[in-house]
């Protein structure tokens, strides 16, 4: 999954942006169920015969789980996302169709059918808007969304379950292949600069959960599970700031760790990255190392671990597994720990005030520039490169427009709506109640925005596509989330309001 340097030269618009409007739509469909993914890692993870607690009788859920439930429901939710909750009923019914007589998980087929009757139902609700006489409108409806869920249905089972079925057998025999000629490692060359180009959430939910999740059901576990989620590489980047950063970098590394390897938001280190685009050498270097060492210890989970925190890595670790998944989670982090500690001693090093960072990433990017390493590195460093225009606009920019009156409501949203946001809602609650401000502060995903909104927070990489949604709001760009600056400025203009 390559991005090409020059689809990142604006995130409000290009390739760059429609890559991550997709991927938001597919994580979109996978992130509000990841409660059921987790359920059935649990159950898998204790009750199948290989499992901690045995039970053959529990057992039985597994399959209905990963074949019936799961689709079902990202069925539901891609149709509910089109055309709210008729969408997702018809939704979830063209998802039965595929779903039922398949062997493999329908995570595919949920994923296009779903969306595409909520949009056959949306639009067909258009077709009919006020034509419908009075008193017929709940007979129109009901049967309007029955018999279109039922064609679907049928048109599912007898023609998109035997082609997806066909997909997946392929996508499984790829996968497999790769890993048989052990070259599974080198996908970190495109998995890392993709997280930090904030498209993680579409490499994890939109295509390796998918491999994953028919993997483990066959064999227990999946290395597809670790790919992405692995705080390994994260975690060295941000010890080598923590010990050979300076300024504000390096003061707020420790917290960073917290968040990233604990809590599972590995955004929080996206900017640190960012600020040194070399960088994201070290943290491709340690995402090999820790592939390769999932691979030669045989290492995997048995469902994703979402959040990437390393108690969900050990929550859904399989029995007799926890060891090599550690063990892979340690190498990745200790590689990209050295390699990041070399970089950081022997160049200029980030500029821990982000107020003055503009010009100092301004210095690093012509000096990465000069960097030569492998062609495929040297691709990747390139993107990264092209990426620091954003971190540009990012660091140190303050909205242009004006705020005129004191909102009730403030939205925080990023690209699921579960994590960076969450935890910026959380940061932004203290702050607005330290300065005596009581409002309403939500977290949601960048695509679901209310367009009334009147204030939002967001990362740089998405305030292109808030503003699409919500035209008339006020955006604040923060994208280091324990960088308290951008809602110590909130806080001001709130303050100035009042007076």
Known sequence: MAIPASAMSEPSGGARTALQRFGGFLAG???????AFIAWGLITAFFIPSGWLPNPKLAQLVNPFVNFLIPLLIGYTGGKLVHGERGGVVGAIATAGVAVGSSVPMFIG?????????????????????????????????????????????L??????????????????????????H???????????????????????????PLGLQQAKETGKSIFFLLETDPGPGLG?????????RGNARLSA???????????????????????????????????????????????LVATASPGSIIAEIMMSPRGGLLPVLFGIFVAAAVSFMISSLLLRTGQGAEGNLDEAKERVR????QSKGLTASAQAESVTEAADHAIASAERAIGQQPTDTLTELPNHVVFACEAGMGSSAMGASILKKRLQAGGFKMEVTHVPVNQIPPDATVVFTQQSLAGRARQVAPHAKIYVVDNFLDKATYDAFVEDLKRISE
């Open 29 to 35: 469909m996978v992130m509000p169920n990841i409660g």
């Open 363 to 366: 210095g690093m990017k012509l």
């Open 237 to 245: 980047v941000l010890l080598a700031y923590w010990l050979f950063g």
């Open 183 to 209: 070259l599974l490692p080198l996908i970190a060359i495109f998995i890392e600069p993709g997280k930090i180009l904030f498209l993680n959430n579409a490499i994890n939910h939109g295509v390796l959960d």
């Open 156 to 181: 599912a089972f007898l023609v998109v379950e035997p082609a997806m079925t066909a997909v997946s057998a392929a996508l499984g025999a790829a996968a497999q292949w790769i890993t048989s000629i």
């Open 110 to 154: 949920a994923m296009i059918l779903g969306p595409l009757a909520g949009y056959l139902m949306k639009t067909f609700d258009r077709a009919v808007k006020d034509r419908i006489p009075a008193g017929f409108e709940m007979l129109v409806n009901t049967f309007s969304a029955g018999i279109l869920g039922g064609i679907l249905a049928i």
């Open 254 to 300: 420790p917290g960073a760790i917290l968040i990233q390897f604990f809590g599972g938001i590995h955004e929080i280190y996206f900017p640190y990255v960012l600020m040194k685009p070399i960088l994201v050498l070290a943290v491709i270097a340690g995402g090999i190392a820790g592939d390769a060492t999932f691979m030669w210890t045989g290492a995997g």
